[in-house]
């Protein structure tokens, strides 16, 4: 009888050797979750005093030379009829050969795309690099 109970007595829990890393990394996993929604609600808030310039914004006094395609195929600058030909000479000397000058492509809804990408490729291989498609907005039914 004292030998069983010696047997059990002389065994002892030994210290656990390793550490339990998973709580851990559920508080470091909430505290970057926190940290990555509160981050960008700081820096937006951010005061700044700007410093003034005399410098005018790119193309803000100049006006968009207007390209436009008739349904039958005419093609207008401005409101003055030109031919594909004299398109890019006419489109230089209305920029005052500015090659970042605005110029706006108005094509009918009736004629063909490829018309329309003709015109503009022309346009961009005269040098132009503000080329850009006007579209009519849909009139609102007023639901």
């Known amino acids: 009888m004292g030998m069983a109970s010696g047997g059990k007595g002389g065994r002892r829990r ?20 926190i940290f990555m929604v509160t981050s960008p609600m700081m820096t937006s808030g951010v005061n700044v005093d700007l410093p003034k310039t005399d410098a005018r914004p790119v193309n803000s006094d100049t006006k968009p030379i207007t390209v436009s395609i008739k349904a039958d195929g005419g093609l207008y600058l401005g409101d003055n009829a030109v031919t594909p030909d004299q398109l890019v000479a006419e489109l230089k000397a209305a920029s005052n050969n500015d090659p970042s000058h605005r110029i706006f492509v ?36 007023g639901h």
Do not use: C, K
Not at 14 to 32: F, H, K, Q
Not at 106 to 116: K, L, Q, S, T
């Open 106 to 141: 108005r094509g009918d809804a009736h004629i063909d795309y490829g018309r329309v990408m003709q015109i503009m490729g022309q346009i961009t291989e005269g040098g132009f690099t503000h080329v850009a498609l006007l579209a009519q907005q849909p009139a609102s039914t």
């Open 14 to 33: 030994r210290p656990m050797a390793e550490i339990n890393v998973t709580p851990m990394v559920d508080v470091m996993l909430v505290l970057l979750i």
